[in-house]
C-alpha cells in the first residue's frame, strides 16, 4: 500500500507541476492579486475576485512576492495568487482604416 500511494504521490505532482507557469515579476509592476474570501452570496456573482492594481517591491527566489497597495501598505503574498495588470487604453491615438 506504501508503495502505490508513493506512486499515486508522484504522478499527481508531475501532473501539477506540468500544469502551472512560473510567473515571473520584476520590482515596479503593477499586478492584481486574487482574493480566495470573496463571498458571492449578497455581493453580486459578477463581482470580481481580482483586487488591485498593487505595485511589486520585491522578490524572492522561494515565490514570494512583497507588495505594496495604494495607501502604501507593504505585505507578502505567494506568487501564484497574482497576474500582472493591464492598463485600459484610455485614448486610441492610431487611425484606424476598415476595409470592406
Known amino acids: 500500500a506504501y508503495h502505490n500511494a508513493k506512486i499515486?504521490?508522484?504522478r499527481t505532482k508531475h501532473w501539477h507541476d506540468k500544469r502551472?507557469?512560473?510567473k515571473k515579476f520584476k520590482p515596479g509592476d503593477k499586478v492584481l492579486m486574487?482574493?480566495?474570501r470573496v463571498k458571492?452570496?449578497?455581493h453580486g456573482k459578477l463581482r470580481s475576485k481580482?483586487?488591485?492594481p498593487f505595485d511589486v517591491i520585491n522578490t524572492s527566489s522561494h515565490g514570494a512576492i512583497t507588495l505594496r497597495d495604494e495607501s502604501g501598505?507593504?505585505?507578502k503574498v505567494n506568487g501564484q495568487r497574482l497576474k500582472i495588470f493591464l492598463e485600459p487604453n484610455k485614448t486610441l491615438d492610431e487611425e484606424v482604416d476598415i476595409i470592406d
Do not use: A
Request: proline letters at 0%.
Open 73 to 75: 501598505n507593504i505585505f
Open 34 to 36: 486574487f482574493n480566495s
Open 40 to 42: 458571492l452570496f449578497g
Open 20 to 22: 502551472t507557469k512560473i
Open 50 to 52: 481580482w483586487e488591485g
Open 8 to 10: 499515486y504521490k508522484e
